[in-house]
Structure formats: C-alpha cells, structure tokens
C-alpha cells in the first residue's frame, strides 16, 4: 500500500472486509410505509424552520447574493445566459436552480425562500438518519434540530448556495456510508456511483464541494483496497466515480466551448477564484468570531468522544467527513459567515451522542445547546433585518428609481442588486453584483478592467445612479469610485436620500437642463 493510501487509512482506520455491519439506508418508515417518526420528524423541522424565518419571508433584500442569483434567473427568463450577459463566478447550477425556481406559480423571493426552508428540513431528515447510526433516536432528532437552529447563525439569508447543497452532499455520504459497508463489488460501484453522481451536481452549486467528493472517493477506494479487489477493477470503478462526479460540470464546460465561449468560463469560474484578492485583518476576524461561535459544537464533540457508540465504523468515515468539510472551508480563505454552514452538516451528526436524554447531564447539555442555537438564531435573523431592511423600505427605493428611468437603465454602483429587478430596470453592463466594481478585492479578478468599465457605463449617462452615502465603505475601489463622482458631479443631481436598514442611498438623476 502506498504511504497516501496508509496516511488516509489511518485517519479512516479501515473496517476489515470480512465485517459485518448492518446496512444503511435511507429512513426505513419511508420504504415500509411505517411513517409516524419520519413525518414527526419532517414537521419539526419544517416548522421550527418556518417559525425562525417568518419575520424574513417575502423580504427582497435578506442577503445580497440570493438577490443577485434571483436577478439572473429573472434575466435567463429573458434569454440571457450565464457569465456571457452577467458575469460571476458561480457554477451555473446554481442560477438554473433559480431559474427553476421561477417555473413555479408566485412571488420569486417568496418560492426561493419556501424552497431552501424545504432543503433545510430535508438535510435535517437526512443528518437525523446518519446520526442514527452513531446515537440513539432521540438524539439524532435533536441534531437535525439543531441544524435547523443553527443555520440562520452563520446564514442569515434563507436561499445561500449551501442551503441546497449540503442536501445533496448529506445524501452523498449516505451511499458512500452503504458503500462503506459493502461486503462485494457491485454494491460497492452502485453506492459509491449514487454518491459520486450528487457530488457532481453538488460541485454545479458551489466547487469547493470537489473537497468533499475527492474524501468520499478516496473512502471509496479504500474500501475496495480492504476488500482485496483487483487492482484493474478497482481503478475502472475509480474512473467511473471520478467520470460521474465531473460529468455535469464538463458537460457544462462543453457547451460554453460549443458556442465558442471556453476561455470565458475558465476565466470566470476557475481564474477569476484564483485573482480575487483576501480583504485582510477582516478575513481573520471573521474566522475567529466564527470559530467562537462554534463553540458549542466543539464542547459537544468533547462530549461525543467519550460516549460509546453503537457502530464505530461509522463514526470513523463520519469523523473523515467533518475533517474534509473544515478543510474545505478554511482552504479558500476570505471565511464569510455562509462558509462555515457546510461543516454543520458533519458537526451536527457528530454531535448526536451528546445530546441525549437518558441522563440528567445529557438532557441539561441539550437544553443548553440548542437552547444557544435559538436564541443566537433570533438574534442574528433580528440583527439582519436592523441592518439590511425591510420589504417597505426596498419597494419605496424601487419606486423612487422606477419613477426617473426615462427608456434607459438605472446604475446600481452601491446597493443591492434586488433593485434593478424591483424597479424594473435593464442592466447597464454585465457586472450587475455592485461588489465587482466597487470593491478593490475584485479589481483585478474580472475579465474587464473594472475602470474602464465604469467609465464606459457612465459615458452611456443612465438614466439613475445609486450611491452610498454612509461610511465606512466595504473595501472600496477608489479609483471607479473616483470616476462616478466625477460623472455625477458633472452631469447628475441628487433627487432622494433613502435610507434602508442601517445604510442610507443617494439616488441621482440626469442634471435636468
């Protein structure tokens, strides 16, 4: 065995072959028709979910990037395509997704935010059932609670990327558990290929899932190695999950290379990760208060390491899942509050043999924990709304950009993109996420020199530009911060000073002669 193979068996410390374990599956009351403690389980979550969110459902303006995602989609609606009419770099599952979204009947915000309460509940079903495996019935219920309590602390918008995905990954290391446990190749190529397919279409909603999957392909590999497979067998089944992990995404490549756009995608999806510059001392700060907050979680494991639990095999791959999850999040740096919901995921399951209501010390452990996950979760859902606003304060910005547009576009620089779909504005450019072009991070990851592209949509005169107007900004770019002033001051007058949430927004209209 190679010293890789011996290091990663190590961690995983590789059950024997010749083991036997009994099988996991997805919960057994679904498959026999035995449904109370699923459906128990499913209207928890679901409405423990709805009752955190409430106050937040219908609201435009909870997080930017939702916003911006929902934009796009109201854009590819209109036959505009990914990185080619608005740039970004996320995958482009992730705005199919949203595009989906509005296929159904109502308010786009409210459907993407009812869709990623339902993805919340269904990774808390699917962390329930892995938990089940290491802690007994009670306890796994609380750890897909507290999931649900805990994901508004670090994700206080209700329709991030990882809201969908941790779904498809939860049920990933579901097959690669019963792959896990396989005792012949077949179930082993099934159960490794199931998880390797929703790994492919996890990495279409957010890359750094390629962490996560190469662990579970690894895993994977190993367990074919302890089953003594061919050599030759083993590296076709290795091939296949590798080709079923990559597949939607070189599809997806294919096709931009089809329409002659390959350099584009590179750029926007693989360069462009790489150019983006860290924002400094902030990006520390954020880890640290992250990490601080996670410290229930860390107790929890403390706790979890001294309960015996019923399947250690289990536990190991378990163990090997968190490990690859917080690799992921800290490898990419910048460490925004969303990147770590991700590795709650693992945590949660993890953390099911400490909260169980067998004891005393148990149950006070639990009412202390989740008790922590709901009022952070409160605070955090209030502090959010204090400090982005309401839908009454975003339609009223809305109204007052509508009521100028004279037949040309509105130039959100500072804002939120929801504002270009609430007024019913075209774009001015194909960098709508006002950050691109206002923050320096960005400067030198886009495909544009972000000055002259600025200066390019200003010598288009639109019709409104929207400014800050509080301070301090974000990481600014001073320089097409500089040339927007100059333009306004030439040529614009201020008609409204709005204020939402905690930021106040200057709205400047075409100097009227």
Not at 37 to 47: E, Q
Request: hydrophobic share 50%; with cysteine.
């Amino acid at each position: 065995m190679s010293d890789h193979h011996r290091s990663a068996a190590a961690v995983l410390r590789l059950a024997p072959a010749e083991s036997v374990t009994p099988p996991l599956s997805l919960p057994s009351s679904i498959r026999t028709g035995a449904v109370p403690w699923t459906l128990v389980s499913a209207a928890l979550y679901i409405g423990v979910a709805l009752a955190v969110h409430f106050v937040q459902l219908g609201n435009p303006v909870l997080h930017v990037d939702e916003e911006f995602y929902l934009l796009v989609a109201h854009h590819m609606r209109e036959g505009a395509v990914p990185f080619i009419d608005i740039w970004d770099r996320k995958p482009p599952g992730l705005f199919l997704l949203y595009r989906l979204f509005l296929l159904l009947p109502g308010d786009g915000v409210l459907t993407y935010q009812l869709c990623g309460i339902a993805a919340c509940a269904g990774t808390a079903l699917v962390i329930e059932r892995l938990a089940q495996q290491i802690a007994g019935p009670a306890s796994a219920r609380l750890a897909g609670l507290a999931y649900v309590l805990f994901m508004p602390v670090f994700c206080y918008g209700i329709g991030q990327a990882p809201v969908f995905y941790n779904l498809l990954v939860a049920l990933a290391a579901v097959y690669t558990l019963q792959a896990w446990r396989s005792q012949a190749s077949t179930p082993l190529l099934i159960n490794g290929a199931k998880a390797m397919a929703l790994i492919g279409l996890a990495i279409q909603i957010k890359y750094t899932v390629v962490f996560e999957g190469a662990g579970f392909g690894l895993a994977l590999l190993l367990r074919g190695h302890a089953m003594r497979m061919p050599t030759d067998r083993l590296l076709r089944h290795g091939l296949a999950w590798c080709s079923l992990a990559l597949a939607p995404t070189l599809a997806v490549f294919a096709a931009y290379a089809a329409f002659g756009h390959a350099e584009l995608f590179l750029q926007s999806n693989v360069f462009s990760i790489m150019l983006r510059r860290a924002d400094g001392m902030a990006s520390w700060n954020r880890l640290a208060s992250e990490m601080l907050a996670l410290t229930p979680f860390w107790i929890a494991l403390g706790i979890a390491a001294r309960t015996q639990v019923a399947d250690s095999d289990a536990l190991k791959l378990l163990r090997w899942w968190g490990a690859l999850s917080f690799a992921a999040f800290l490898a990419f740096g910048s460490w925004y509050d969303h990147y770590v919901t991700p590795v709650l995921v693992p945590l949660c399951v993890l953390a099911a043999p400490s909260l169980s209501l067998a004891s005393v010390r148990g149950r006070r452990w639990s009412i202390a924990m989740l008790g922590f996950g709901l009022i952070a979760c409160i605070v955090v859902i209030a502090d959010n709304i204090r400090r982005h606003g309401t839908r009454e304060q975003a339609e009223t910005i809305a109204t007052a950009i509508d009521g100028e547009l004279r037949g040309g576009c509105a130039f959100v620089f500072d804002g939120e993109p929801a504002f270009y779909r609430m007024a019913n504005s075209c774009l001015p450019s194909r960098y709508a996420f006002p950050n691109h072009l206002n923050t320096w991070t960005e400067a030198r990851a886009l495909d544009v020199d972000p000055n002259l592209e600025v200066a390019r949509i200003m010598m288009t005169r639109p019709d409104v530009v929207v400014t800050a107007e509080w301070w301090p900004f974000y990481l600014p770019n001073w320089e097409t911060r500089a040339i927007v002033t100059d333009f306004l001051q030439r040529g614009y007058e201020r008609y409204a000073s709005v204020r939402m949430g905690t930021h106040q927004y200057g709205l400047w209209r075409r100097r009227r002669t």
